[in-house]
């Protein structure tokens, strides 16, 4: 017989176990054969063979701290039939097992970047009995990539060092870690930033001369290593100054407070928290030079000049001379190596003005103008304005004019000049003096037909020399050409067509290059013309030039001689025509179809001339119909609409070749008893639409027309019917009509 006490662990909490216990006594061997025992934790119990006894059952001890211990004591006794004291006792002892459960997570986890350049990482721990830490992760993001482990620190530690690279972005995160898994969450630190290297590039691109634009590349694609990125100026190669920043992120730098005649250049470092990084330099950008200052010119001999400028510029590569005698045309001197502040130049006689500007490249200042100055040189050689190259004088003329003008290089007038002339193409030469500023002669016509005359000139300024001798300017001597219209004959009377033309033509220095007949009429308006190179005689038929009857003419001839010169000749006709034959119709009816055949003859006479052709026509009340043109003698014309019961005539107009015309008349009736008849008539078309149309055409009240199948066409008053086709509605209507045929109206 033995007393038992036996402990558990029912629920844990963070730092404490709730135990339970229970009390009992066992059998393990024999019988006591109903024998009581008394028991230490309630009434007697009646003890037999193996087995529990007074069990009593699971008792709630209470909460136990982890590393303290429960206490519980159980005792059973008897006293047997001899008297003798039978006693079990069990003092118990229990502590509850500590759980493992997941870490909690670290506390403030910090980085900080050390002096050497290493990172040390931070945290303080939360481990509690049942959740500690058998170890710490601690994980680093490199320039914003993903995170990989640095290093597996033991459970106790609360620090790491990280060996860290220049130019790099760091961050950490560090996550406790047991049995039980891993704790919670990261808890990360912030970023910490390397010392950057220097940008890659840095560039500057000229923009205007009050912008540039700085250009550069960082040392690292991670934007967050950086604060910013320094930018420094330069200006014309002196001291760095202050500009600004470009963003973490940025690339550019726009400088608008450049100004012109400056050179530019700028430094760009990267900044973080451990520092800055090596400047990097851009090259040089220079904006337009300044204007130079106002030439100051100074003769040094007759024709060679000096000017001399103040000149401030900063950026310029040269300086650039133009020359000019009136201020719009200039002519470029030179352009100096580098700029210049004064030049020579030997320009020739006259006035000049001079312009200077700096340049560098494409970048060019203002002009700036001199006044003018006067130098003297002889003249260049004259233009001879009369008489003009290849010039044709006519022998009729008795002097020849020669002129020319004074083109001094110097500006100084004219103070004299010669003039000479040659017949031999320049082998001899006959020289006239001028004096003053006289610019022409006249030299007598005395030479032969068609002699050829050469002349030059020269002229002198106010310097001593004479200029060169002009071009030579050669012309001829030739005789004027003759022209005669020969026939018709002045005065002549047009009576018939054609009107025959004969021109005369003569010439001693040439021959025929260009001849025109024209005629015009009495108000000086060209009715005809023709080119005389076909041909000097020829006849005007009336197809080309129908004069009018009564009319007056002026026949004109003009030509124009291989040697240049001219003549004209006209001659003056008059037009009375004689009429032709008067063409006769004779009519003939059908009287069952109201056709008329209608023939025409020609009635000759011997006063008339033949007729060429004829036209017809049909009056019905002062109405003319044309019914027919271009008839001969024995035409027949079918007149199918002459009307019926009323007077009507036909006309003729017969025409001679000469357009001359005579007319007749002829009256004409055609009775008919059958005043009004009746016609039924029905018209099929293809839509609604369409049939309504001719419905409201018929029913319009305006003057209708007829044409039957049988040719018959007269005019007349209908009523109409619309209606569907059976069947067919959308495609087929049919209008219906009732006409009554009205006779004695024209059509």
């Not at 910090?110 to 009995?129: E, F, K, N, Q, Y």
């Not at 033309?501 to 015009?520: C, F, K, N, Q």
């Not at 308006?525 to 080309?544: I, N, Q, T």
């Not at 003729?652 to 016609?679: L, Y």
Request: aromatic share 10%; proline share 4%; glycine share 10%.
């Amino acid at each position: 017989m033995y007393a038992y006490v036996e402990f558990r662990t029912s629920a844990q909490e963070e730092g404490r176990a709730w135990v339970q216990y229970k009390r009992s006594c066992y059998v393990d061997s024999g019988n006591f054969r109903g024998t009581i025992a008394d028991r230490s934790w309630g009434d007697q119990i009646q003890l037999y063979g193996n087995g529990w006894y007074g069990d009593s059952g699971w008792c709630d001890y209470g909460w136990v701290g982890y590393g303290g211990s429960a206490h519980i004591s159980a005792s059973v006794w008897y006293t047997g039939r001899s008297g003798t004291y039978y006693n079990s006792s069990c003092d118990a002892w229990y502590s509850p097992d500590v759980p493992t459960w997941q870490p909690n997570n670290v506390n403030g986890a910090s980085a900080s970047l050390r002096s050497d350049g290493s990172i040390v990482v931070r945290w303080s721990r939360d481990a509690t009995t049942a959740r500690p830490y058998a170890g710490i992760y601690v994980d680093v993001s490199v320039d914003g990539g993903g995170y990989a482990l640095a290093h597996d620190c033991g459970g106790g530690d609360t620090s790491y060092t990280y060996k860290a690279e220049k130019n790099r972005l760091y961050k950490f995160r560090v996550l406790p870690h047991n049995g039980a898994g891993n704790a919670p969450s990261h808890k990360y630190t912030d970023a910490v930033a390397t010392l950057p290297s220097a940008p890659k590039s840095a560039s500057v691109a000229r923009d205007s001369d009050t912008q540039n634009t700085v250009t550069m590349q960082p040392g690292s694609s991670c934007s967050g290593l950086y604060i910013a990125h320094d930018v420094q100026r330069q200006m014309d190669g002196g001291s760095w100054s202050d500009f600004g920043t470009i963003e973490a992120a940025g690339s550019k730098k726009v400088d608008r407070s450049t100004s012109a005649n400056h050179a530019w250049r700028y430094r760009v470092r990267s900044r973080n928290a451990a520092g800055a990084s090596a400047w990097v330099e851009t090259g040089t950008v220079y904006n337009t030079p300044c204007a130079p200052g106002k030439p100051k010119m100074a003769r040094v001999s007759d024709t060679r000049v000096k000017g001399s400028f103040e000149n401030a510029a900063n950026t310029a590569t040269g300086t650039e001379i133009q020359r000019s005698k009136d201020l719009e045309t200039w002519a470029a001197v030179r352009t100096t190596d580098g700029k210049s502040v004064d030049f020579e130049d030997d320009p020739g006689g006259g006035t000049f003005y001079y312009r200077v500007r700096n340049v560098r490249g494409d970048l060019k200042s203002e002009w700036a103008v001199s006044d003018g100055i006067v130098t003297i040189c002889a003249p260049a050689a004259p233009t001879i304005t009369s008489p003009s190259s290849s010039q044709v004088i006519p022998k009729t003329q008795a002097s020849i004019t020669v002129a020319w003008r004074h083109n001094p290089i110097d500006g100084s007038a004219q103070t004299a000049a010669q003039w000479r002339y040659s017949t031999d193409g320049g082998a001899t030469w006959t020289v006239e003096d001028v004096s003053g500023a006289a610019a022409s002669a006249a030299l007598a016509n005395s030479f032969a037909v068609n002699a050829k005359l050469t002349v030059q000139a020269r002229t002198k300024g106010a310097h001593a020399d004479f200029g060169p001798w002009s071009a030579a300017v050669s012309t001829y001597v030739r005789q004027v050409p003759t022209v005669t219209i020969e026939q018709p004959a002045d005065g002549f009377t047009v009576e018939n067509t054609p009107v025959h033309v004969l021109v005369r033509y003569s010439d001693p220095s040439g021959e025929l290059a260009a001849g025109t007949l024209t005629v015009r009429g009495a108000d000086g308006s060209a009715v005809f013309s023709r080119d005389l190179m076909d041909g000097l005689e020829f006849d005007v038929r009336s197809g080309e030039w129908l004069p009018s009857d009564g009319e007056t003419y002026t026949l004109e001839a003009s030509v124009r001689s291989s040697s240049t010169l001219q003549a004209s000749a006209s001659r003056r006709v008059s037009v009375s025509y004689v009429l032709p034959s008067t063409a006769i119709a004779d009519a003939v009816t059908d009287p069952a179809t109201g056709y008329v055949a209608v023939t025409l003859r020609e009635g000759r006479t011997d006063t008339a001339v033949a007729m060429e052709s004829a036209s017809l026509w049909r009056n019905v009340g002062g109405a003319r119909t044309l019914l027919a043109e271009d008839l001969h003698d024995g035409s027949t014309v079918v007149d199918m609409y002459a009307p019926l019961n009323t007077d009507y005539s036909y006309e003729t107009a017969s025409f001679a070749d000469s357009g001359a015309a005579s007319e007749a008349r002829f009256p004409g009736h055609i009775d008919s008893d059958r005043v009004a008849e009746k016609h039924t008539a029905s018209v099929t078309l293809n839509s609604r639409e369409e049939a309504m149309a001719f419905y409201r055409a018929v029913c319009s009240g305006e003057r209708l027309v007829m044409k039957t199948l049988y040719g018959f066409v007269f005019p007349f008053m209908a009523t109409a019917k619309l209606a569907p086709s059976l069947g067919n509605a959308e495609r087929e209507w049919s209008v219906s009509l009732e006409a009554t045929r009205l006779d004695g109206e024209g059509l």
